[in-house]
């Protein structure tokens, strides 16, 4: 049955004239996955996603949650070809842990995926935020210490805002303030 590629054809079409068109990119994400091209599936929900996710009207965020289940759906997938790919284990773990769902089984993804890309400060701060919500306090010290020295060696990672407010609940407000006055 060729109405899915056709159906591709007119939404890839329709985002030449609009390309910051969020339903569009949510409906060529499905499609993308129901013919099993997984990489452009993720690719365009991850797009929806951003667009949504500027918008403020009630169905885009609806749309919003389905898109970020949509997503899980498909990390899912892409995990059963890959085990290993620690963006993948993140941005999954990280989802789960955001909405306070499978903090047990995300803690472990997470951990997975720092032993993996242990120089990442994104999946570092994601680790440090999963220890911080299970209140497992001496870890989360050490991953964020981990954490703080990579944003130090490079200042344009975005985990520096979530760092600080971890850093202020465990009341460590001189690390806070050295932090962001280098």
Known sequence: DGRPYQAIKTYRKALKQKPEWAEAHHNLGLLY?????????????????????????????????????????????????????????????????????????????????????????????????AYYLKKNYILLSIEELQISNLVHLNPNLMSQGSLSIIFQKLTKKKIVMRFFMK
């Open 33 to 129: 996955f129901k013919v099993k091209m997984g990489v452009k599936a993720l690719d365009h929900f991850r797009k929806a996603e951003h667009y949504y996710s500027n918008r403020t009207d009630l169905q885009a965020k609806t749309n919003l949650v389905i898109i970020q289940k949509n997503l899980q759906k498909a990390y899912k997938e892409v995990l059963k070809i890959n085990p290993d790919d620690a963006y993948v284990l993140n941005y999954l773990a990280y989802s789960w842990i955001d909405q306070g769902i499978n903090l047990d089984e995300g803690l472990e993804m997470l951990k997975k995926a720092s032993k993996l890309k242990s120089e990442d400060g994104y999946i570092i701060d994601s680790l440090g935020w």
